[in-house]
Structures are given as C-alpha cells and as structure tokens.
C-alpha cells in the first residue's frame, strides 16, 4: 500500500468510527441536557438553535486518540504504522479540549453560563499549554524551524522560534473558536486546511504527520455528518479551541507555518474582523462619546448573515475561498 493510499485509508477508518460513536454520544449530551446557550445579541434565527447538544468536539478527539494509540501500539507487532511524533498533536488535541470543555462546561452549568470562562484566565491557561509545547517542537522533535517558498533549505529562527510558535498556537486557537458560529463552518475549514497539510507532509516525506493530519480530517467529516444545517451537534470550545491549537501545531511541524495564513485564511479574516470592529468602536467612542461599527456585527459571518446571506449561503462560500485559498497554498509549499 502506498503512503498516500494509507493515509486515505486512515481517514476513511476514522470517519466510519466517527459516525458510529456520534448516534451515541448525542444520547449521552441530550440525556445530560448539555445544550448550547445563545447569546441575545446574536442572530435572532439563531434562537431556534438553543438547547442543541454541545461539546461535540469530544466525538472528533476521541476517535482520533484511540485510532493514534493503537497504530502505535501495532509497533509491539512489527508494524511502523505511526511514529511516536504524532503524540505532540494528540496531545495538543487533548489538552485543548479539556481546556474548551472546561470553558463549555462553565458556560452552560457554571456560575457565568452564556458567558463561559474568564478570558483572562482561558488566555492564560492557552499560554501556558502553549508554551510546553513549543518546548517539545523545538527541543524534543527538533521540528524544522521554517520553509519559505522558492526558498531552499530551511530558515533558521534561532531564539524567535518559541514566541513565533507561542503565539502561532494561542492565536490559531483562539481564530479556530471565534470561526465556530455557523453549522459546519469551523468543521468545514478545518477539515481542509488539515487535508492540505497532510499532502504538503506526504510531499516532504513526513509520513506519520500526514497519517495524523488524514486521520483528523476523516474525524472532521464524520462530526460534520452531525453538524451540517440543521445542526444536531456543535463542536463547541472543546472543539474549535482544540483544532485551532492542532492545526498551528501540524503547520509547525512541518516547517510550512508561513503558509498558515493563506491556508486558514477564513480564520485570518474572522479574527481580523473582531480586532476592527472592537478597536473602532473604542476609538470612535473615545472621540464622540459613541461608538461606531464597521460590520453590522463581529464575527464576520454573522455580518454577512445580518446582510441578508442564509446560514446555507454563507457556510458554503466561506468554504469555497477556502478551499482556493487551501490550493494556493499547497501550490506556494511545492515551490
């Protein structure tokens, strides 16, 4: 079987395995009534929403933490399946999530329900996973600092490694989270711009990495069997937070991290429109007493919803940049 094959293969697995445990696990949220709260601010259409099942992101993790685990453990048989570099992503999928869980748990059951965790303390807990793994890239794995295209050879970072990837991997997060706003659209996303590393990997011959990267994407797929308009389920922080912090962590180890903005260029815009509409208003406030906006509201799609677009609508075209801004950066990687 040859690399690619066995990649596709894998994703193929995990898609099946994902949709299996999904009828399950929506018993288990809706028994335990853990449903989304919607903020008043939102999108009226998005009150029929309320009470969907969140913290669907576990039917994403945990596939992809068993499907890992066990071709690692082929190893005992003989078989190099996987290598034991695929570990730092799972871990980041895992920690992230129980960090989004947390966060989706107080927002529902705790004391500041809408609302969710402090963004102070969420920020800081973020750094703090982020930077334990920074360390293990650099100084564990021994990742490939940087690729530039039609550039040969590898770009030396030196000590501007850790605080690149730092702030790649909270900042990744944190654009995956505020992306989540729409059915399918983080699930959407995601899934491709994890499909897109996964072939960059296979072109650099980190065979493992795209193993991992095809396993996460099929994962993907499954969940959005479940989350496609009309939703049954949301990812929630457990997901977005921890896809987010997975696919910096995939792009770092690769070395092609650079590409990351065009790749997750849906992500990039996202979090560009919350830093300017939130700076606007405060200037504008500042300098009239009233503050003004930039978009009808922040995040962009809920502009484009407030616009006129159907959720369908915006969903769909959002993924189809997307998807051309996925080949643009496959085609930079190949330079």
Not at 112 to 133: D, E
Request: hydrophobic share 55%; net charge positive; charged share 10%.
């Amino acid at each position: 079987m040859t690399q690619t094959s066995m990649a596709l293969a894998l994703g193929a697995f995990s898609f099946m395995l994902t949709v299996i445990w999904g009828e399950p696990m929506l018993r288990v949220l809706r028994h335990f009534k853990i449903g989304k709260l919607i903020r008043v601010e939102g999108p009226q259409r998005h009150f029929e929403k309320l009470g969907t099942p969140t913290m669907g992101g576990w039917l994403i993790i945990l596939p992809v933490a068993l499907i890992t685990t066990l071709l690692n453990a082929a190893s005992l048989l003989g078989l190099k399946v996987l290598g034991l570099s695929v570990y730092m992503p799972v871990l980041t999928l895992l920690t992230y999530g129980v960090l989004g869980s947390i966060d989706d748990w107080e927002g529902i059951r705790g004391k500041r329900r809408v609302a969710g965790m402090r963004a102070r303390t969420k920020f800081a807990l973020q750094l703090l996973l982020a930077g334990v793994i920074a360390f293990g890239l650099h100084n564990v794995l021994d990742v490939p600092e940087l690729f530039l295209p039609a550039v040969k050879g590898e770009v030396e970072l030196g000590a501007w490694y850790l605080p690149t990837a730092l702030f790649l991997i909270v900042g990744t997060s944190n654009a995956v989270n505020l992306t989540d706003g729409l059915d399918g659209l983080a699930g959407l996303i995601s899934a491709t711009a994890f499909a897109t590393y996964g072939a960059i990997a296979i072109l650099q011959g980190q065979i493992f990495l795209a193993r991992f990267c095809f396993t996460l994407t099929g994962a993907l797929f499954g969940f959005l069997w479940f989350n496609v308009h009309p939703a049954q389920l949301f990812m929630g922080d457990t997901g977005s937070l921890a896809l987010g912090a997975t696919l910096a962590v995939v792009a770092l180890m690769s070395g092609q991290w650079a590409l990351l903005p065009v790749i997750a260029v849906i992500p990039l815009a996202t979090t560009l429109s919350v830093i300017l509409q939130t700076s606007y208003f405060k200037y504008t406030r500042w300098r009239t007493g009233e503050g003004k906006r930039i978009f009808k509201m922040a995040p962009l799609h809920h502009h484009f919803e407030l616009s006129g677009w159907s959720e369908t609508q915006v969903v769909q075209r959002f993924w189809l940049i997307s998807l051309l801004a996925a080949m643009l950066g496959f085609a930079l990687a190949v330079v």
